[in-house]
Every structure is written in structure tokens, then in C-alpha cells.
């Protein structure tokens, strides 16, 4: 299978911001881990960060019209809370899309435990640093694996 992760707005900072939220890994580093990850499952895995909306949704539009990924795994950081532009483009792709935090956002601030993207999610992860990240390609190997 091929997956594409996208990471949003102030994610190419992890590992230098808020470390004790977040961690020490990089943003490399954390790629690096899930790419081993899908290496050993013999899944292919690209990666993608930008701090600005409409290039996310550019991403999605661009994933969905040349095919060739069987999953999205995305870390909107905080447009989660408000993307009404990024929740739009998953609901407009044929490719599902796992929300991922590596924080518990419900374990935060009030503001966090709202996300505008989770309903139009195959699913939401959320809490386990990097690991969040191998929680949901996990679910989503279980859910393309049940529809073929």
C-alpha cells in the first residue's frame, strides 16, 4: 500500500517547540521512524509539510487526481480546529484520511478538543507521539485490507 502524510502548520518545528508536548524528535526524525515503519510491511510512504491551508488542500486535490495513494494520514495541526477549507478538500477526495495528533488534544486546551475535520475522517488517533502516526496507517491497512 502507499500512504501520504501530510503535516500542517508549525509541525516543521517539532522537536525544537513545546518539547514537552511534543517531544524532542524532529519532524526528519518522526518521517524517518514511519517510513522504517511501512518499510518493513513493504508499504510505500511519501511525506509532505506546509504551514499554509490552501496548500494542504492542494496536496489532498493534487493526491486524489493523480491517484496512486490508498491513504492519507493528516496531522492538520491547529487548522484542525478551524479549517473549513481543508475539511472541504477531504470531503471532496475518494482516498481515506486519518486524522493524527501526537498529543492528546483532549487533554489540552478547550480549543483543541474541537476538530472541524474529524467527521469527514475515516478515523482520528490522537496521543501517542509518533506513534499516532503507526496507529493509523495500522487502522487503515485494516480498513482498505476489509474492502478489497
Same mark, same amino acid.
Given at each position: 500500500?502507499?500512504?501520504? $502524510?501530510?503535516?500542517? $502548520?508549525?509541525?516543521?518545528?517539532?522537536?525544537? /517547540?513545546?518539547?514537552?508536548?511534543?517531544?524532542?524528535?524532529?519532524?526528519?526524525?518522526?518521517?524517518?521512524? #514511519?517510513?522504517?515503519?511501512?518499510?518493513?510491511?513493504?508499504?510505500?510512504?511519501?511525506?509532505?509539510?506546509?504551514?499554509?491551508?490552501?496548500? #494542504?488542500?492542494?496536496?489532498?486535490?493534487?493526491?486524489?487526481?493523480?491517484?496512486?495513494?490508498?491513504? #492519507?494520514?493528516?496531522?492538520?495541526?491547529?487548522?484542525?480546529?478551524?479549517?473549513? @477549507?481543508? /475539511?472541504? @478538500?477531504?470531503?471532496?477526495?475518494?482516498?481515506? =484520511? =486519518?486524522?493524527?495528533?501526537?498529543?492528546?488534544?483532549?487533554?489540552?486546551?478547550?480549543?483543541? /478538543?474541537? *476538530? $472541524?475535520?474529524?467527521?469527514?475522517?475515516?478515523?482520528? $488517533?490522537?496521543?501517542?507521539?509518533?506513534? *499516532?502516526?503507526? @496507529?493509523?496507517? =495500522?487502522?487503515?491497512?485494516?480498513?482498505?485490507?476489509?474492502?478489497?
Amino acid at each position: 500500500m502507499k500512504f501520504l $502524510v501530510i503535516n500542517g $502548520v508549525n509541525l516543521n518545528l517539532t522537536g525544537k /517547540r513545546e518539547k514537552g508536548v511534543y517531544g524532542t524528535n524532529s519532524l526528519e526524525e518522526i518521517n524517518a521512524y #514511519i517510513k522504517a515503519y511501512c518499510e518493513v510491511g513493504e508499504d510505500q510512504v511519501d511525506f509532505y509539510q506546509s504551514n499554509l491551508e490552501g496548500e #494542504i488542500c492542494n496536496k489532498l486535490h493534487e493526491a486524489f487526481l493523480k491517484g496512486g495513494y490508498d491513504g #492519507i494520514l493528516l496531522n492538520a495541526g491547529a487548522f484542525t480546529h478551524y479549517s473549513y @477549507a481543508i /475539511r472541504d @478538500a477531504i470531503a471532496a477526495i475518494d482516498i481515506p =484520511v =486519518v486524522e493524527v495528533h501526537m498529543s492528546n488534544v483532549h487533554a489540552r486546551e478547550e480549543f483543541r /478538543r474541537m *476538530s $472541524v475535520i474529524s467527521e469527514v475522517c475515516k478515523g482520528t $488517533v490522537c496521543g501517542f507521539g509518533a506513534g *499516532s502516526y503507526i @496507529a493509523g496507517i =495500522v487502522g487503515l491497512c485494516e480498513t482498505l485490507q476489509k474492502s478489497e
